[in-house]
């Protein structure tokens, strides 16, 4: 049971280039989410996606688009990085409720130079 | 009135000390108040959480302490050792589910502690 996966752990991209953001999930969870994370300003969610076939928008997603690929699968793209989208990514899933606990991925670090 | 509002910012501690991190919320639909902890180049941790119907709650030595009135929850760590430094981040959660049918946090900015052998 390895959790929530990410892939690449680290990443550098020049301005303008795009790249897609991996994560799985093996606990059968129905929400899924992307943050990412900056330095003062905590965790600001990106896009979730409440089931399979549905996404939303969170607090910061311009420049990005997602994925739910099935119900394990979530992946965040980048179609043209800008520096303002160096970052550490952050990928979440949770079973239903609201107490249900939440469980996060490992990150992604990415710098765009 | 989304916004959680943590603080301090960082935090330094002798071992043994007993730090604490305030947060503070406007909305009054959260209804849940977990709090995770995050170690370097780690993805954060559920460490301890809280529902508005009770004032404190303790797992062994963390503890929140909860006043719904003024809309403020605290956390605790007693007899902090170093292995307890890290970022600790406050969140909440509504009653309320979005229109797809699940539940967001917003997370507070974040504490980085850090405590002295």
């Known amino acids: 049971n390895a959790g929530v996966t990410q892939t690449p752990k680290f990443q550098v991209l020049k301005t303008g280039q795009s790249m897609t953001l991996q994560c799985a999930q093996d606990?059968?969870?129905?929400?899924m989410y992307w943050y990412r994370q900056d330095p003062g300003m905590g965790l600001r969610l990106i896009y979730y996606?409440?089931?399979?076939?549905?996404?939303d928008k969170g607090e910061v997603p311009n420049g990005y688009n997602v994925s739910r690929l099935n119900k394990r699968e979530f992946s965040l793209r980048l179609e043209s990085a800008a520096p303002s989208q160096t970052s550490v990514y952050f990928c979440?899933?949770?079973?239903?409720?609201?107490?249900?606990?939440?469980?996060f991925g490992p990150g992604t670090r990415l710098t765009v130079l | 009135q989304q916004q959680v509002k943590q603080s301090p910012q960082s935090l330094i501690v002798q071992k043994g000390g007993i730090p604490i991190i305030n947060c503070a919320y406007e909305?009054?639909?959260?209804?849940?108040f977990p709090w995770y902890q995050q170690f370097p180049g780690k993805g954060p941790a559920l460490l301890i959480a809280i529902r508005p119907d009770v004032s404190e709650k303790k797992e062994g030595r963390f503890t929140i302490s909860f006043n719904k009135s003024a809309k403020q929850f605290s956390l605790h760590i007693m007899d902090s050792q170093p292995g307890d430094s890290a970022t600790y981040f406050c969140a909440a959660s509504s009653d309320r589910p979005t229109t797809s049918g699940t539940y967001k946090y917003i997370f507070g900015t974040g504490t980085r502690l850090k405590v002295l052998a």
């Open positions: 979440a899933s949770r079973a239903k409720l609201t107490t249900d606990t939440q469980y």
């Open positions: 909305n009054t639909a959260f209804d849940y």
């Open positions: 996606s409440a089931s399979e076939g549905t996404t």
């Open positions: 606990m059968n969870h129905n929400s």
